[in-house]
């Protein structure tokens, strides 16, 4: 079983930077599609970023491109969100997200993922 838990949300201000983790235990994330969806109050889950089970690519959801990045650090099991010129639209518990078996084409797909954390909430607010 793998265990992973989110760190770093808050309170910021629109325009504001910050960054959360995700940190996994039992299990090594290599090998693993590692994904970031979030859910705003009162919307579906929606994905917001992930990198390829290799590693070697990276996607993101149209409303933070260019404002987002995901990493990884595997030597510390973690997987970070950076996020940039946050707004309020941006306001959501944001969940990390592991899974063995997904493929390039379902990556943004939130059921072919195995082990969620539990979320951190983050909200853009003045």
């Known amino acids: 079983q793998m265990q992973l838990v989110e760190s770093g949300g808050g309170l910021v201000q629109p325009g504001a930077s910050l960054r959360i983790s995700c940190t996994a235990s039992?299990?090594?994330?290599?090998?693993?599609?590692l994904a970031w969806f979030r859910h705003p109050p009162g919307n579906e889950r929606e994905f917001v970023a992930a990198?390829?089970?290799?590693?070697?690519?990276?996607y993101y959801g149209d409303s933070v491109k260019g404002r987002f990045t995901i990493s990884r650090e595997n030597d510390k099991n973690t997987v970070h969100l950076q996020m940039n010129n946050l707004n309020p639209g941006d306001t959501a518990v944001y969940h990390c997200?592991?899974?063995?078996?997904?493929?390039?084409?379902?990556?943004?797909?939130?059921?072919?993922?195995?082990?969620w954390g539990q979320g951190t909430q983050v909200t853009v607010s003045s």
């Open positions: 997200a592991a899974g063995r078996g997904v493929i390039t084409s379902s990556i943004r797909n939130q059921m072919q993922y195995d082990y």
């Open positions: 039992g299990r090594s994330l290599s090998g693993y599609a």
């Open positions: 990198y390829s089970r290799n590693g070697g690519f990276t």
